[in-house]
């Protein structure tokens, strides 16, 4: 079974400070997807940032970026420069590429505060 | 782009009553929507995969009698919780997933909150 591990439940950044956000999964597939959603306090969930497993190359959006270590199955969120609007639930997920199952599997959440 | 509704965006209803809840894409075709149910301070909870035109595909420990799920086009699939109890308040959310995408991706409603009173 595919599962997904955030081990921060609640972080804490100083706004313009950098912030890592851990995640790692399990998985016995060798093709699948890596997301990164954020849940503000109004709940509608954002697509962050999108990491192909076949990619070597560490996805960034803005001041967004991982680090995606395929053999340790991991992938954290970098945030840099902190704002007060990034304070939000963040939420690994991972998907299954293909198949008979066409699912996003969460993570369990790291509440992120950004201290002004 | 990716624009999905939900509606009503909160629902109070009596015990022993059915609520319906629609989620629709606004400005594209999904082939499968997800409806996901979140307790406070917790995460997505699968209940069911919804697929245009077939029979939904429920999770493990989700009665599907009771969490009725119809795609009736690419754009609009409803959720009726039929003999709402307050154990069933708690928060709805639909995503959708782009017809014709690789990516996998799932565009997220804005969630419905139900209350049974």
């Known amino acids: 079974a595919q599962t997904v591990t955030q081990s921060q439940p609640e972080m804490s950044v100083q706004e313009a400070e950098t912030v890592t956000l851990s995640c790692t999964y399990d998985?016995?597939?060798?093709?699948?997807?890596l997301f990164w959603y954020k849940q503000p306090p109004s709940r509608q969930m954002i697509l962050v940032i999108r990491?192909?497993?076949?990619?070597?190359q560490n996805a960034t959006e803005n001041r967004f970026s991982v680090n995606f270590q395929k053999a340790a199955k991991s992938f954290s969120l970098k945030i840099s420069d902190s704002q007060l609007g990034d304070a939000a639930m963040y939420f690994c997920?991972?998907?299954?590429?293909?198949?008979?199952?066409?699912?996003?599997?969460f993570g369990t959440g790291t509440l992120l505060a950004v201290q002004p | 782009g990716a624009v999905v509704s939900q509606h009503p965006s909160r629902v109070i209803c009596k015990s022993g009553t059915s609520v319906k809840i629609e989620c629709r894409s606004l400005?594209?075709?999904?082939?499968?929507m997800f409806w996901y149910r979140q307790f406070p301070k917790q995460s997505l909870m699968l209940m069911a995969t919804?697929?245009?035109?077939?029979?939904?595909?429920?999770e493990q420990g989700v009665e599907k009698d009771k969490f009725l799920i119809n795609h009736a086009s690419l754009t609009l699939s409803t959720l009726t919780v039929t003999s709402a109890h307050p154990e069933d308040s708690s928060f709805y959310i639909c995503?959708?997933?782009?017809?014709?995408?690789?990516?996998?991706?799932?565009?997220f409603g804005p969630g419905t909150r139900l209350t049974v009173t």
């Open positions: 919804s697929n245009e035109g077939s029979k939904a595909t429920y």
């Open positions: 990491q192909e497993a076949y990619k070597q």
């Open positions: 995503s959708a997933a782009l017809a014709g995408a690789t990516h996998y991706e799932q565009y």
């Open positions: 997920a991972s998907h299954l590429y293909g198949g008979a199952t066409n699912k996003l599997i």
């Open positions: 400005d594209f075709q999904a082939t499968t």
């Open positions: 998985t016995s597939e060798s093709d699948y997807y």
